[in-house]
């Protein structure tokens, strides 16, 4: 057998000749090689190697190769991870984006928020993964998670790189957005969770065949306002236009036994339930912007700066899980503008505190919902103000639950410690206002505090008989 001489010596294929080997797989190992060196004679000995190695190595080259290419035109399939901590007032954030099958992040985003301003302060995303949407997609992560956009972002430490990548995350420069998802979310009065689940009884399907209205309302409810574009504009005013036809048409007979009447079915299908319109099924809320500013006045020892407005309401039902022990937040009240102070109310006398179902979830499983047990507590006519006053940054409140007894009739356990519990609430402000009794002529106001978020509204109230806000601070 004839031995070929070497240029390298050594090597998986030392002595063997190239006529041994497949023509084809040969050629197209050498074509491969001279990527890495213009020798001919180097490049033929390193592709037999490769080949006495596996004789389908090239063609295996070849196919991951096309794998990766398809997969880098290919939109990434990302998972996010979130998590961040409290300090003195600010919030230090983090965002990190997973690819399936790969234990570290591809990217991730570092953010801090104080005084309700945001800041990204660094983004990295691994070199195998740039230019495929990662920064863009984080981005995109943290307008949703905090309700805002690329121009709520603060002006320091931006970069170059980084307001390229603001700007392609940005929502289309659509003038009547915000006015249409405001019409939108006052016209219909139906959650994603509750359309979903109308949508597969056999009633929805009595008035029409078509599960466009349907298909297209889920879509305008679990869409955050800042992905907002022309479509979600045209079609929430397809569905603002038809609610306002509907509703003003007369109910007919049920479609049949078991099924409201089609008028009811259509309405239903567009995200609006006439059940839930009947009046005063929640709170009543009356006009109190002067009662707000003098709580603000009053607490701040300053005349209020500004008024704005949340895109929230008074939740018609709450849960009474036991008793607020201490109320912590971040003030400059006693400081210099802007420079903010922790401190904590320790209750006077019992305030009694009410979330909304399911709030409390574990601090270390975040996905695991608290148990609790207490009365649900309907608002229905109950007369909470319009205005209220903005105290503080929210820092955490300290809660004794109901441990023991049933929902109608709970009980607090017997250890002094039992069912003690600390609270926080991501972004979450410390308001305070009054119940408007004397307008009902039913006595004197109740002052109330209530923790809230911009996103997801009043989370928790805190009622009690002596609680009232002062000069010296929140008492009682």
């Known amino acids: 057998m004839r031995r070929c001489a070497e240029r390298l010596p050594g090597g998986l ?3 063997r000749c190239p006529e041994e080997f497949d023509q084809v797989d040969l050629r197209r190992g050498i074509e491969v090689e001279l990527e890495h060196t213009g020798d001919l004679a180097i490049a033929r000995e390193i592709a037999m190697d490769h080949l006495v190695e596996d004789p389908r190595y090239y063609e295996a080259l070849a196919k991951m190769e096309a794998d990766l290419e398809a997969t880098k035109n290919a939109k990434l399939r990302l998972r996010f991870e979130t998590g961040g901590d409290s300090n003195y007032g600010q919030w230090d954030g983090w965002i990190a984006a997973f690819v399936p099958r790969r234990k570290k992040p591809v990217g991730v985003l570092e953010w801090s928020e104080f005084d309700g301003k945001y800041y990204v302060n660094m983004v990295a995303v691994h070199p195998d993964f740039r230019r495929r949407g990662v920064a863009t997609e984080l981005y995109l992560r943290l307008f949703d998670d905090q309700g805002i956009s690329s121009k709520d972002l603060e002006p320091s430490m931006r970069t170059e790189e980084g307001d390229f990548f603001r700007k392609g995350a940005a929502l289309p420069n659509l003038s009547d957005v915000d006015t249409w998802y405001q019409k939108y979310r006052q016209a219909v009065n139906m959650t994603a969770s509750e359309l979903r689940r109308w949508s597969k009884h056999p009633c929805s399907k009595k008035a029409s065949l078509d599960r466009g209205p349907v298909k297209r309302n889920l879509h305008l409810l679990t869409t955050p306002r800042r992905r907002w574009g022309a479509k979600e504009v045209g079609w929430a005013k397809k569905t603002v236009s038809f609610i306002a036809r509907m509703r003003a048409v007369s109910p007919g007979r049920p479609a049949s036994k ?3 009447s089609k008028r009811d079915i259509a309405l239903l299908n567009w995200a609006y339930d006439p059940m839930k319109a ?10 109190a912007e002067e009662m707000a500013a003098n709580l603000r006045k009053t607490f701040q020892a300053a005349e209020p700066e500004y008024e704005y407005h949340l895109p929230f309401s008074w939740p018609s039902t709450m849960q009474n899980i036991g008793d607020s022990l201490a109320v912590a937040y971040n003030s400059d009240k006693w400081k210099k503008k802007g420079q903010m102070e922790l401190y904590k109310h320790l209750a006077e006398s019992r305030n009694r505190a009410l979330v909304v179902p399911g709030l409390l979830h574990d601090f270390y499983s975040p996905g695991k919902r608290v148990k609790v047990r207490g009365p649900m507590v309907s608002l229905h006519g109950v007369p909470l103000p319009k205005h209220f006053a903005v105290l503080a940054l929210f820092e955490e409140v300290d809660l004794k639950l109901y441990t023991d007894g049933t929902d109608d009739a709970p009980r607090f356990g017997s250890k002094k410690d039992e069912g003690v519990v600390k609270v ?7 308001g305070a206002s009054k119940i408007l009794w004397s307008r009902e002529g039913k006595g004197k106001d109740q002052p109330f505090l209530f923790v809230y978020t911009e996103k997801d509204g009043v989370l928790m109230l805190i009622v009690g008989e002596e609680l009232d806000v002062e000069a010296d601070g929140i008492v009682g």
């Open 13 to 15: 294929a030392a002595g």
């Open 258 to 260: 078991d099924c409201p």
């Open 278 to 287: 009947t009046p005063n099924r929640g709170p009543k809320v009356l006009d």
């Open 424 to 430: 926080t609430v991501r972004h979450g402000m410390l």
